[in-house]
């Protein structure tokens, strides 16, 4: 695989779209135009099951759920993501398997060696070239989201909590991984993050 896959994960508001928009300008100044992509959704296939996932009202059963995330994810993965990477694209990614491990595993309580095995199925093999997680304290994230309430928004927060400690421990096992505070400011992270993406980017992927 000739391209270069970043992925953001973190809990809502924790700062994911704000960096990877300026992470997408960074590497635009360099001369590359990378793909943006978002989860769920991406296709028009993934697009209808986020509305699903995000925008209805009742409830779903914690297996449901994951199904649907790696439904709209394997759509993704082979129409979309493995073209461009095959064709030496950089592909920037508002999270991707890592957030079945930390929602429907660490948060719903589902077992882990099952997402670990729908996900596989669903990433057709491909894994990030480099992971941003982005920790924020839960009040901080929902302080700062206020307005997008939206289905997984109202879980609650102990179910935030065990997310927000699922993206850490996370970042600890899984490989390139860079965990970020992501209280500090924007712009000190964009440097951070694009320090380590340049890296990537000059020494030949
Ligand atoms: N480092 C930061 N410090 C303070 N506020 C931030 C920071 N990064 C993002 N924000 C603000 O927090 C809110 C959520 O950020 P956003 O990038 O949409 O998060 P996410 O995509 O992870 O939900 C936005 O209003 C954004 O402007
Ligand atoms: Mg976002």
């Given at each position: 695989m000739k391209g270069l896959f970043i992925v953001f994960e973190g809990i809502d508001g924790s700062g994911k779209s704000t960096q990877l928009r300026a992470l997408q300008e960074r590497l635009r100044q360099h001369g590359i135009d990378p793909l943006a992509i978002r989860e769920p959704g991406g296709t028009p296939v993934g697009e209808q099951i986020r509305q699903i996932l995000l925008e209805r009202p009742w409830g779903m059963e914690p297996l449901t759920e994951l199904l649907l995330y790696e439904a709209s994810r394997s759509e993704l993965t082979r129409t979309v993501l493995r073209p461009a990477l095959e064709e030496g694209r950089v592909v920037l990614s508002d999270r991707f398997a890592m957030a079945s491990l930390a929602?429907?595993?660490?948060?719903?309580?589902?077992?882990f060696t099952l997402v670990q095995k729908f996900n596989r199925i669903a990433t057709d093999g491909i894994e990030p070239s480099l992971t941003i997680v982005l920790d924020v304290p839960v009040a901080v994230a929902l302080a700062r989201k206020r307005e997008a309430f939206d289905r997984l928004e109202r879980a609650g927060r102990e179910f935030h909590e065990r997310v927000r400690a699922g993206y850490r421990e996370l970042a600890q096992q899984m490989p390139n991984t860079l965990l970020v505070?992501?209280?500090?400011p924007a712009h000190e992270l964009a440097e951070q993050i694009w320090q380590r993406v340049y890296e990537r980017v000059r020494g030949g992927r």
């Open positions: 929602y429907q595993g660490y948060g719903r309580g589902l077992d505070d992501g209280t500090r």
